[in-house]
């Protein structure tokens, strides 16, 4: 299997395909773990924290956010990354997002992954997955199939911070992790791994 990456603002400029697409996911493959982190170290990464730098109502790509479970200061947070999202890249497309405010495992923050298809009118190359939002972007329409995002965040945590300023000691910035989270939500993910000493790129096939 070979999943394209949501590189350099999505710019993939291979052989054209048409057939009956084909969907797959939502993937979830890299999971967000909680680990230790100073209350200085987390105030140096805050001051540098991304904005927005357009307007994300009227210059950004749209969002569809659904929100299951979460508390208003959470979606709020939330809303913030996905502003700063909005103003990365460039679709015609509105991005659709499920965040489900739920129980995961106790060393887990989050975890997102997109649906995959391949093979739909616009595709650049056949046989290749590409993440929905930028399938919908190569088709210039909305493939279906659901959100094109699943995003799942530890609602047990009980270490969340979810205001402007930063953090302190043993707080995790939710506006920091739901930043990486869609990153894999839109397509910077991968399909690598060992299972029992055997190299698996995600095919049938070992490497």
Do not use: K
């Amino acid at each position: 299997m070979r999943v394209a990456l949501a590189l350099g603002l999505w710019v993939i400029l291979l052989a054209p395909a048409s057939a009956q697409h084909e969907v797959m996911g939502p993937v979830h493959l890299a999971p967000m773990p909680a680990v230790e982190h100073s209350a200085p170290l987390w105030q140096q990464q805050l001051r540098q924290r991304s904005t927005p730098t357009c307007d994300p109502a009227t210059d950004g790509a749209q969002f569809d956010v659904e929100y299951v479970g979460f508390p208003a200061e959470a979606q709020t947070s939330f809303q913030r990354a996905v502003d700063v999202w909005s103003c990365l890249i460039r679709t015609e497309q509105t991005i659709r997002v499920l965040a489900t405010w739920t129980t995961l495992d106790a060393t887990t923050l989050g975890s997102s992954g997109p649906l995959l298809f391949r093979n739909f009118d616009g595709a650049p190359a056949r046989d290749v997955w590409y993440p929905s939002a930028l399938a919908d972007a190569f088709a210039g329409r909305d493939l279906g199939e659901g959100a094109d995002i699943n995003a799942l965040f530890n609602s047990d945590f009980p270490s969340w911070h979810f205001d402007e300023e930063p953090p302190g000691d043993g707080q995790f910035d939710l506006t920091t992790v739901v930043l990486h989270e869609l990153a894999h939500g839109l397509g910077f993910i991968g399909s690598l791994e060992v299972r029992s000493g055997v190299g698996v790129d995600g095919s049938e096939g070992g490497f």
